[in-house]
């Protein structure tokens, strides 16, 4: 198992957080690298195999924030970081628990909140997110799904794509239309919709450019028992948001797991492969890379960990009047996390040469693995948007 010393090098980190990264990284080496590069031959039954292994180590709690209880990221990004170096599945076998229940947690009313909370945290259900929409990508405000009253019960109509785990997940948190604002903007609400509700549908399964299970979902006059409603008639794009924020950081530590995998596969590379006589490493050319990747690996994760501490002591910081703004510094560790482990893999195949266009080699599988995401949870543009309007608010 590759050694790494970031997080005991650094402060931003307790004892029991680096006792669990540690312990998630002898685990992964052990149970997921083994299967990481039949990926994409994986069934919905080896992914919810997965998600059931992730629960059998106790992993899956990390992700499922509990109401009252701190959430605790940097555990949650320590734990994406291991994942995602070996397998970009289970990475997102591991979040989606998290991200389809965060609302929920927030926001829902206690019986709906104990009987999926606790099915998410031990992967009894698996859980997803439906917010966007064929019309509404980047501008949430858009969507057209409608959710209208009818007694005891919201009816839900419309259309959901890009849904990572569609098809699989028995639960989704479905952002909807409940209404019109004052100011003409859509009033938004978020339910609880269980997958085997009359009027739920999966309209396709969409392949990507990598294994990753996603998809497009439709309601037709599907009924909604009111106690599913997740908080009040208008908060679902709060909820939304918030969700969004939370877990951003720790999109760029999934991002980070990859560039370290890329680094890790390159230094082995470059000192085993030979031209001209010398290893590639003895290439003046070839270390001014390998510095520039390390360089940039070492950067994204101070960002990544960074706002991830901020996020676990904001309420403190808060509390003395410190100003720092979590929600700039986890769009800053997403953005710069993502483009930058973009370019190190992209460096990473350079380095490997035609071997690293092998289908089916680690860095080749790296380089698919890493380009969603710059776009999901909000893509690098919709991050460069939030950290100016963050910047010119402070
Ligand atoms: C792998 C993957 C998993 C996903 N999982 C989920 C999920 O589980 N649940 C869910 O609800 N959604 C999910 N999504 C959807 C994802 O959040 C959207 O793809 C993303 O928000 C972008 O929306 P879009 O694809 O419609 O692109 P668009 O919004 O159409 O954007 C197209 C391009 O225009 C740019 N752009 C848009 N607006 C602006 C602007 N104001 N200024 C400058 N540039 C702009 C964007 O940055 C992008 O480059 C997933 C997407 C992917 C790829």
């Known amino acids: 198992m590759?050694?790494?010393?970031?997080?005991?090098?650094?402060?931003?980190?307790?004892?029991?957080?680096?006792?669990?990264?540690?312990?998630?990284?002898?685990?992964?080496?052990?149970?997921?690298?083994?299967?990481?590069?039949?990926?994409?031959?994986?069934?919905?039954?080896?992914?919810?195999?997965?998600?059931?292994?992730?629960?059998?180590?106790?992993?899956?709690?990390?992700?499922?924030?509990?109401?009252?209880?701190?959430?605790?990221?940097?555990?949650?990004?320590?734990?994406?970081?291991?994942?995602?170096?070996?397998?970009?599945?289970?990475?997102?076998?591991?979040?989606?628990?998290?991200?389809?229940?965060?609302?929920i947690s927030q926001a829902a009313p206690e019986h709906v909140r104990e009987f999926w909370l606790e099915r998410a945290a031990t992967g009894k259900a698996v859980a997803a997110f439906a917010l966007t929409e064929p019309e509404a990508g980047s501008d949430v405000s858009a969507i057209q799904t409608t959710a209208r009253r009818e007694g005891d019960a919201y009816v839900l109509d419309g259309r959901k794509r890009f849904i990572s785990n569609a098809g699989i997940a028995d639960f989704y948190t479905v952002f909807a239309r409940t209404g019109t604002r004052a100011d003409g903007r859509a009033e938004i609400s978020a339910f609880v919709v269980g997958a085997r509700m009359p009027g739920f549908s999966v309209r396709e399964r969409t392949r990507l450019i990598a294994a990753h299970p996603i998809g497009e979902i439709e309601f037709t006059s599907l009924r909604v028992p009111a106690e599913n409603i997740v908080g009040a008639e208008g908060e679902g794009f709060r909820l939304a948001m918030q969700t969004m924020n939370t877990f951003r950081a720790s999109v760029g530590a999934a991002a980070c797991g990859m560039a370290r995998r890329a680094l890790d596969e390159t230094l082995a590379y470059a000192q085993r492969r030979h031209q001209f006589g010398v290893p590639l490493a003895a290439h003046q050319l070839i270390q001014a890379k390998l510095a520039d990747m390390v360089t940039a690996l070492d950067a994204a994760r101070l960002l990544v960990y960074r706002a991830a501490h901020l996020h676990d002591t904001g309420i403190a910081a808060e509390a003395v009047g410190l100003t720092a703004s979590l929600t700039r510094a986890a769009s800053e560790a997403k953005l710069f996390a993502t483009e930058a482990a973009s370019r190190i893999i992209d460096e990473a195949v350079q380095i490997h040469g035609g071997t690293g266009l092998i289908h089916g080699h680690t860095v080749e599988r790296l380089y698919r693995d890493i380009r969603a995401l710059r776009i999901y949870e909000g893509t690098s543009e919709i991050q460069r948007l939030v950290i100016a309007r963050e910047l010119l608010k402070e």
């Open 2 to 103: 590759p050694s790494d010393s970031f997080n005991t090098d650094t402060p931003f980190f307790m004892d029991a957080q680096r006792r669990l990264a540690a312990s998630v990284a002898s685990f992964v080496w052990r149970e997921i690298e083994p299967h990481a590069a039949a990926a994409e031959e994986a069934t919905d039954e080896d992914y919810r195999a997965l998600v059931a292994l992730l629960a059998e180590v106790d992993l899956l709690r990390y992700g499922v924030a509990r109401p009252g209880a701190a959430f605790d990221l940097r555990s949650l990004c320590l734990i994406r970081e291991e994942l995602a170096y070996s397998s970009a599945l289970a990475d997102l076998a591991f979040v989606m628990q998290g991200l389809g229940t965060y609302a």
